[in-house]
């Protein structure tokens, strides 16, 4: 049954565009039926884990962690450091990441270089 449930959802998503005008709407305790109603469609992708939660993912910067049906916890993507001159801007983001306590999640992070000559982005994986 949750397997279906997740491909369904994940089927949902693939069909639409990416809303995230409801994320700011989650809380936890929220049902799974209730999590997709607010944000308009399913996750973009998702990560199962050992002890049967699963991070949903929208897009990049949103992410939710789901167990037994319910939304236990959410996470955004955190702007770390940024630098802004006349000729070059920096910025360097940490990309959400949910995981269960006790599971180590590999964080990635993206860096922007934007200059007068074009726009340098690259992810760094540890």
């Known amino acids: 049954m949750r397997s279906f449930f997740l491909t369904a959802t994940l089927a ?21 039926r209730e999590v997709v109603d607010a944000m308009g469609e399913g996750p973009t992708r ?49 990309k959400a990441q949910c995981a269960p306590e006790g599971y180590a999640v590999e964080g990635h992070s993206e860096h922007q270089v934007d200059t007068p000559f074009g726009t340098i982005k690259r992810n760094v994986d540890p």
Not at 13 to 28: H, I, V, W
């Open 46 to 94: 998702a990560q199962e884990f050992p002890d049967k939660s699963t991070a949903w993912y929208y897009g990049e910067d949103r992410c939710v962690l789901m167990r037994d049906d319910k939304l236990v916890s959410k996470a955004t993507s955190k702007e770390r450091i940024a630098v802004d001159t006349p000729v070059v801007s920096i910025r360097d983001t940490a």
């Open 12 to 32: 949902v998503a693939a069909s639409g565009c990416s809303t995230t005008g409801g994320f700011q709407k989650l809380y936890p305790g929220m049902t799974a």
